[in-house]
């Protein structure tokens, strides 16, 4: 019976306390709650502060567009054949 009991006290040994598992997991359920809830918080940021199409890069862009020798270049429109 010695034996048995030798081979019964390494099997617990290596066996984990399942309070201190579930002490574990309820933790790293926490943090995984707070992580979700730090990056929820986060989306309602905005991406772009504003007036930020103000910025004289987006301008060039759009006085660009609008110049009237830069819009009558080929490629910028399809050609309109009902004037013709």
């Given at each position: 019976?010695a034996l048995i009991q ?20 309820e933790q790293h359920l ?55």
């Amino acid at each position: 019976m010695a034996l048995i009991q030798y081979i019964r006290d390494k099997i617990q040994a290596n066996m984990e306390d399942p309070t201190e598992r579930d002490r574990k997991w309820e933790q790293h359920l926490r943090g995984v709650q707070a992580a979700a809830a730090n990056a929820k918080a986060n989306m309602a940021h905005p991406t772009k502060n504003w007036g930020f199409w103000r910025h004289e890069k987006h301008l060039a862009k759009y006085e660009q567009n609008a110049d009237p020798a830069v819009a009558k270049l080929p490629g910028r429109r399809a050609p309109n054949f009902s004037s013709e």
